[in-house]
């Protein structure tokens, strides 16, 4: 969703906010922002659920245990 279309759905649901922006002071209760932070996370989160992963993810392989990397890493944390 557009940031325009985003807009315009607030502007739909609440149309005091369209007088609001007209005069240039906009109020909004406690309720209201928790209303206006949860529609945008649900809306933001249905965009991001519906896209594809822009990478492809690489396939985890654990270190063998003759790494000298992890060798080293375990001498850090003390464990032999």
Request: overall charge negative; charged content about 30%.
């Amino acid at each position: 969703m557009s940031k325009d279309k985003l807009f315009d759905y607030y502007i739909s649901k609440n149309p005091a906010l369209a007088k609001q922006l007209k005069s240039g002071k906009v109020t909004m209760s406690a309720n209201g922002f928790r209303k206006f932070f949860s529609t945008t996370y649900d809306e933001a989160y249905k965009q991001g659920f519906n896209q594809e992963p822009d990478v492809e993810e690489e396939e985890y392989t654990e270190p063998s245990s003759s790494s000298d990397t992890l060798k080293d890493l375990m001498g850090i944390f003390g464990i032999r």
